[in-house]
């Protein structure tokens, strides 16, 4: 049990990468519960995206253990059982949407009907047959998440999938997290956009590739007394740059 008093849905102990001979994680300690919408925030470049790649498998890491639903990040046993989205789209830019989606379905032997109803939960029934080369960043962003959601994972991991999409969407979107966590699903959000950090039920705020915090969004604005997260969050930032400093 994590410290909510729910399952571990991901466990992280001593996560230490490099690339470029630059450690963009930093001997890394975590664990997120299970049906829940947990936040990865924190500035671009300071190693969301690299964290998250440890998670799904395809980061080589220096040390450190990465646990997925109970199995090591990457097990084949793993693939129907967690979606990523990645920040680039990663569908066929020759295909409508619901080409993308079929075909994504019939990689995961799942019916076709799951497609026409994933483009419908993210708001694309009406372009579906709109060719994803054509479509705007936003709307090839939501293909990605449509072709996520086929097989119904029980973990899904989301790189920033909210940029560039007008706040009537993200709010839609939002909301459709959180119906998926209640249908006992979990998610891990990625964004630089600290408004959206209210929108989690427990955050990681993450800098420079070291953990500053990790807990709920009313916890962090009690612990800094701040009211606004973004304060919170650059408050907590200067007590690491102290603690630094002072070690």
């Given at each position: 049990m994590g410290r909510t008093g729910r399952?571990?849905?991901?466990?992280?102990?001593?996560?230490?990468?490099?690339?470029?001979?630059?450690?963009?994680?930093?001997?890394?300690?975590?664990?997120?519960?299970?049906?829940?919408?947990?936040?990865?925030?924190?500035?671009?470049?300071?190693?969301?995206?690299?964290?998250?790649?440890?998670?799904?498998?395809?980061?080589?890491?220096?040390?450190?253990?990465?646990?997925?639903?109970?199995?090591?990040?990457?097990?084949?046993?793993?693939?129907?059982?967690?979606?990523?989205?990645?920040?680039?789209?990663?569908?066929?830019?020759?295909?409508?949407?619901?080409?993308?989606?079929?075909?994504?379905?019939?990689?995961?032997?799942?019916?076709?009907?799951?497609?026409?109803r994933a483009l419908r939960d993210v708001g694309l029934a009406e372009d579906a047959d709109r060719l994803v080369g054509r479509m705007s960043g936003g709307q090839r962003a939501r293909v990605s998440l449509a072709c996520a959601l086929l097989a119904s994972p029980e973990l899904l991991v989301l790189d920033e999938p909210t940029v560039g999409l007008d706040p009537v969407l993200r709010r839609d979107l939002w909301r459709m997290f959180h119906d998926l966590a209640g249908d006992g699903a979990t998610l891990l959000v990625?964004?630089?956009v600290m408004d959206e950090a209210g929108r989690c039920d427990d955050l990681l705020l993450i800098r420079e590739g070291r953990l500053v915090a990790h807990d709920t969004?009313?916890?962090?604005?009690?612990?800094?007394?701040?009211?606004?997260?973004?304060?919170?969050?650059?408050?907590?930032?200067?007590?690491?740059?102290?603690?630094?400093?002072?070690?």
């Open positions: 399952p571990e849905a991901i466990r992280v102990r001593g996560l230490l990468v490099e690339r470029g001979g630059r450690r963009v994680i930093d001997d890394m300690d975590c664990s997120v519960p299970s049906g829940r919408v947990t936040g990865l925030l924190g500035p671009s470049g300071g190693g969301k995206t690299t964290f998250m790649r440890c998670l799904v498998g395809v980061q080589r890491i220096v040390s450190g253990e990465v646990t997925v639903l109970g199995l090591p990040a990457g097990a084949p046993a793993l693939r129907r059982r967690v979606g990523y989205v990645t920040q680039s789209p990663s569908v066929y830019p020759d295909l409508t949407a619901a080409a993308n989606a079929r075909y994504f379905a019939a990689v995961q032997g799942v019916p076709a009907a799951a497609a026409d990625s964004s630089h969004p009313d916890e962090l604005r009690r612990v800094t007394g701040q009211d606004d997260l973004e304060s919170a969050f650059l408050a907590l930032a200067e007590r690491d740059d102290s603690a630094r400093v002072a070690a």
